[in-house]
């Protein structure tokens, strides 16, 4: 029997949505949701206790037995704790199910447990959660059965923002207001607000269960720390948009069934460049939802992969030698009533506020390219930016040629007189169809580039929150939109305004637009000769939240103060350490466990074939044997001594304070003896044999899913 799954019935059947409220909700109860979900009215916990009661009666339905505060603490994964819906026992030893609008509206988890980066002292242990109503309640079913998970915010006992979803709403508050004023100054009177809008894309990659539990590596860090190369990589270019194999196909089915469930609108699925590797991408949504889903696809992902018999690694860089993987931010301004702020229309040189809008963001990056590199600042995202289809460590943006003329034309004369239209593809084959291609062609290696009618920031690591990008791109805009409408307001003549104000931010942010070729080594060159900031590292990166000019712009517009700028570079120099620690520490237990002993195994098999051919016959010809236990011998000692020196490295770690000095610490000196570690007993694995080599090789996981 052909099993078929029929979308539309499946969509959204396990969300408390709008269509859900207005069935279940009395009138007056619904509407005055609304107002608070749409125009951040305050709700009265008389309302809130019908909602909770209709949610918690409808959750039932759908067989949770436990509800939870769902929210994103700075771990980089989502938190909760589940409560029961029963009460105290009766007299006659019954109970009874509730669920208040206190419930619903207020959680405490407990706060000095999760990352504050001394914002919370231990003691200081009281925190609350409190209810996102922009971002509708779900059931989630698994093993424990049926939990209504509640998106909520998460702040401090102080009300410091301990969380991504917080100051992510903040921004979005902020970009609205600055961008209605925009649109007011061109007429518009009809839009009543504007929303960030993003689409993730999502890459990953999967590999078998059995052998990635033969890897300590991969189970303590999400990454290979050794591996050679196959064969054969990703040179073929044949995985890419290749054939899905049917064991992925399955698990994508399942995939994408749990994701529409839940409301995540999963629409694009194909193989990624690498082998083993794999995308999925969904349809755009306003950004607090956009990221809430984000966590949940990645926790599917997840999921899935383990009914299946495998492992899903969402690391930025789980092989070395091959694509790593990442999230593609597809970001743009779309008001209330359909209108994308972003959308140049078929002549963007007659498009005036497109223009504005189009210069702001380039006035808006250019000023801020440093946070906008920090917001994608990750451990992993430093083993792949720069590489392999990633874009590089240096902030620009592509235009593309339409718009980089329509720039052109404004610097040189102050006017844009023409843009250039798309032409009809000649293919050569009279039985293809004519159509029109774009004006403009797309750039793989920009991180920031400009794709019809939005901007794409791809630098954004595979595991991280879309929430801290999406932050810094509400908020540099907001800055900027501001600026832009405060000149124009006080203007005299507002045509003429507006002309020379778009003329002079693409003057004078022309260094920020870059259309060739990321991956060339001149280009670091030049984007240092633009005073561009060139920071590599995730380390390098970290500085930019605390700068005067950071703390200014953040506590303008509210969304930060300086102690929660403080807070999470603390947090984020305390990560990189951590992990790079992990890392380094997991190199060593395998070195000493494994490799090293692996090794011995095989020399000494070497050195008995030797012994025992002399004994045959002294002339017989033992070169080959004696060639390649000298070999491995030599790259043994080379490996116990950087492995000692890795370990000396890691003892003398804790001398240093925690923070910057450590995260620095970790990053010059403990990273370069991983790496030095790496290279012999990579050369090793090319010559022991595969029998005595004591885990699956990277041919074994990339290429046997």
């Known amino acids: ?67 939870c505060h769902w929210f994103q603490p700075l771990t980089g994964v989502t938190a909760e704790k589940h409560d029961a819906f029963v009460t105290a026992p009766k007299e006659d030893g019954k109970v009874l199910l509730s ?28 925190g609350y959660t409190t209810w996102d109503c ?24 102080t009300g410091e923002a301990l969380d991504q979803k917080t100051p992510l709403l903040r921004s979005m508050e902020a970009v609205n207001t600055q961008a209605l004023r925009l649109i007011r100054l061109f007429g518009n009177t009809t839009s009543k607000k504007v929303t960030p809008s ?90 607090n939802i956009a990221a809430d889903h984000n966590q949940i696809m990645m926790r599917i992902l997840k999921k899935v992969a383990s009914r299946h018999g495998m492992r899903c690694l969402l690391h930025e860089k789980p092989f070395a030698g091959v694509n790593g993987s990442g999230k593609h931010n597809n970001w743009s301004l779309t008001t209330d009533d359909g209108i994308n702020l972003l959308e140049p229309g078929k002549t963007p040189h007659e498009n005036i506020q497109f223009l504005l809008v189009l210069t702001c963001i380039l006035k808006a990056v250019d000023e801020h390219a440093d946070l906008l590199r920090e917001s994608a600042a990750d451990v992993g995202n430093d083993e792949r930016l720069g590489g392999n289809e990633a874009p590089p460590a240096v902030i620009s943006v592509f235009l593309g040629e339409q718009l980089q003329d329509v720039l052109e034309q404004l610097i040189s004369t102050g006017t844009a007189t023409h843009s250039k239209t798309g032409e009809i593809l000649d293919t050569g084959v009279k039985t293809l169809p004519d159509f029109m291609k774009d004006a403009t062609d797309r750039n793989r290696t920009s991180p920031f580039a400009f794709t019809g009618n939005k901007f794409e920031f791809r630098m954004v690591g595979s595991r991280d929150s879309i929430s801290e990008c999406n932050v810094v791109l509400n908020t540099i805009a907001a800055e900027v939109f501001r ?89 984020q120099y305390e990560g990189y350490a951590k992990a790079i620690n992990i890392e380094a520490k997991t190199m060593i237990d395998i070195a000493t466990k494994q490799i090293i002993p692996a090794v011995i195994r095989y020399t000494t098999v070497l050195a008995e074939s030797i012994n025992s051919v002399k004994a045959v016959s002294a002339s017989l010809d033992v070169s080959v044997q004696t060639s390649l236990l000298e070999n491995a011998s030599a790259l043994l000692a080379q490996t116990k001594a950087a492995m000692d020196a890795l370990s000396e490295l890691v003892a003398e770690a804790d001398a240093h304070e925690e923070g910057r000095d450590r995260a620095v610490f970790f ?36 290429f046997e899913v």
């Open 1 to 67: 029997m052909e099993d078929y799954t029929n979308v539309k019935e499946i969509f959204g059947c396990d969300v408390f949505n709008d269509s859900v409220m207005q069935d279940r909700l009395p009138k007056k109860v619904y509407r005055e949701l609304k107002k608070t979900i749409e125009d951040g009215k305050e709700l009265s916990m008389e309302i809130a206790d019908v909602v909770a009661h209709e949610m918690k009666e409808w959750a039932i339905e759908k067989g949770a037995t436990h509800y």
């Open 99 to 126: 669920f208040s609008g206190k419930e619903l509206i207020k959680g405490e988890p407990d706060a000095s447990s999760f990352p504050s980066g001394g914002l919370r002292a231990t003691f200081e242990a009281r």
């Open 134 to 157: 922009t971002s509708p309640a779900f059931v989630r079913h698994d093993a424990a059965g049926g939990i209504l998970c509640i998106p909520t915010a998460f702040c401090s006992y």
């Open 198 to 287: 993003v689409g993730a894309e999502q890459e990953y990659f999967l590999v078998d269960k059995q052998k990635w539990l033969q890897r300590k590596d991969l189970i303590y860090t999400g990454r290979t720390l050794f591996g050679a190369m196959p064969p054969k990589g990703q040179e073929m270019d044949d995985h890419y948009f290749g054939t899905i194999r049917q064991r992925i196909s399955a698990y994508m089915k399942e995939v994408n069934e749990e994701c529409w469930k839940l409301g995540v609108t999963a629409k694009t699925q194909h193989n990624e460049v690498a082998p083993a590797q794999h995308e999925l991408a969904p349809i755009y949504a306003p950004v």
């Open 483 to 571: 600026d832009a409408c405060d000149r124009l307001e006080a203007a005299d003549d507002f045509d003429t305004a507006v002309h020379d104000l778009i003329k002079e931010y693409a003057i004078q942010h022309q260094r920020i637009v870059f259309n060739g070729n990321g991956y060339a080594p001149e280009w670091e060159a030049e984007a240092k000769r633009r005073g561009l900031p060139i920071l590599p590292s995730m380390v390098d990166a970290i500085p930019a939240l605390t700068t005067d000019k950071a703390v200014k712009l953040f506590e303008s517009f509210n969304v930060f103060t300086r102690a929660e700028l403080e807070s999470r570079a603390e947090i």
């Open 667 to 702: 990053r010059e000196c403990v990273v370069p003896a991983m790496k030095a570690l790496r290279k012999p007993v990579d050369e090793l694995e090319m010559i022991v044999d595969k029998d005595m080599w004591p885990m699956p090789s990277y041919g074994d996981l990339i």
